[in-house]
């Protein structure tokens, strides 16, 4: 993964080639050398979570060059997941909006904060801010991943989605008969069946989303009694293309349109170990994940 990412070359040539043909100041700045892991919007952020760095997006290069890297307590840091999110125990998803940097007063030229934010994150259905943090606070958190971002009327957002640590130990049952496949979900802390997803035609997922949905419910396999509360969940999220969300009480379908790597796919959740609130978290964290970017 590209880490120091290094000024481009001044170009003599200009942008046809012929030279410039009028004044530049670019001869009256330091290099510029960017660092891969502090990432300033959404689209370096993906980049440093999927190894794409490149310059431009990115805050300065704090050390001293090339070759610096290894000693670089940024890198040390993001190596070892130091300084990442101190994240909600109680939920798998959370909600991040971007909140930029208010205007240096006076600035005449170059304003510090021209182009920084920082992230508020709540729950999934908003509220008041659990927290707020940076972009390279979320880089540093192990086993996150990110949605598309969108922008309504506040602000720009995108989901913030949680891989659980213990999702290896959950177990996943699958028979697949004609034109439907059976899944089952149990639980890795007593072996609680917690949900059964029967996919119609081909699957639109792989063993570890499910896995990781068990896991999210393994909480709610420990006796809880199930809720009567009505529970609304938005029939299309922002953020999370070609999935649309059906829920009637403890049974959920999710349609999946046709992407790059699934065919189309209805698939039939029917909860067995709760519904309500906390479900319903589980399951938008497992649309989120489906087309996590």
């Given amino acids: 993964?590209?880490?120091?990412?290094?000024?481009?070359?001044?170009?003599?040539?200009?942008?046809?080639?012929?030279?410039?043909?009028?004044?530049?100041l670019g001869a009256h700045f330091d290099h510029r050398?960017?660092?891969?892991?502090?990432?300033?919007?959404?689209?370096s952020l993906?980049?440093?979570?999927?190894?794409?760095?490149?310059?431009?997006?990115?805050?300065?290069?704090?050390?001293?060059?090339?070759?610096?890297?290894?000693?670089?307590?940024?890198?040390?840091?993001?190596?070892?997941?130091?300084?990442?999110?101190?994240?909600?125990?109680?939920?798998?998803?959370?909600?991040?909006?971007v909140r930029p940097w208010?205007?240096?007063?006076?600035?005449?030229?170059?304003?510090?904060?021209?182009g920084r934010s920082t992230l508020e994150l709540s729950a999934w259905r908003g509220?008041?801010?659990?927290?707020t943090t940076g972009w390279k606070e979320v880089l540093n958190t192990p086993g996150v991943q990110i949605s598309w971002r969108w922008q309504d009327e506040e602000s720009e957002a995108f989901w913030i989605?949680?891989?659980?640590?213990?999702?290896?130990?959950?177990?996943?049952?699958?028979?697949?008969?004609?034109?439907?496949?059976?899944?089952?979900?149990?639980s890795g802390r007593d072996g609680t069946r917690t949900a059964i997803l029967t996919c119609d035609g081909a699957c639109a997922h792989e063993t570890y989303h499910l896995q990781q949905l068990a896991a999210d419910l393994d909480g709610l396999a420990d006796g809880a009694a199930p809720s009567d509360?009505?529970?609304v969940i938005p029939e299309s999220l922002p953020g999370v293309p070609l999935i649309s969300i059906i829920q009637d009480g403890a049974h959920s379908v999710l349609h999946l349109g046709r992407?790059?790597?699934?065919?189309?796919?209805?698939?039939?959740?029917?909860?067995?170990?709760?519904?309500?609130?906390?479900?319903?978290?589980?399951?938008?964290?497992?649309a989120v994940r489906l087309t996590a970017v």
């Fill in 33 to 43: 050398h960017q660092c891969g892991w502090r990432p300033t919007h959404h689209t």
């Fill in 102 to 114: 208010p205007s240096t007063p006076d600035a005449l030229f170059a304003d510090q904060a021209s």
């Fill in 46 to 97: 993906f980049e440093a979570l999927t190894g794409r760095q490149r310059w431009g997006g990115y805050e300065r290069c704090p050390g001293d060059g090339p070759g610096a890297c290894a000693a670089c307590p940024v890198q040390h840091r993001r190596l070892t997941h130091d300084g990442g999110l101190d994240w909600p125990a109680d939920t798998p998803l959370l909600l991040a909006r």
């Fill in 259 to 286: 992407s790059r790597d699934y065919p189309a796919s209805t698939v039939h959740i029917n909860w067995e170990s709760h519904e309500g609130e906390l479900t319903a978290t589980a399951l938008v964290a497992h």
């Fill in 127 to 131: 509220g008041p801010p659990v927290a």
């Fill in 161 to 186: 989605v949680r891989n659980h640590s213990e999702s290896d130990a959950t177990a996943v049952l699958s028979e697949h008969d004609g034109e439907r496949t059976r899944h089952e979900l149990y």
């Fill in 229 to 231: 509360k009505v529970t």
């Fill in 1 to 24: 993964m590209p880490a120091f990412l290094e000024q481009p070359a001044y170009g003599p040539g200009g942008p046809d080639g012929n030279g410039w043909t009028r004044l530049t």
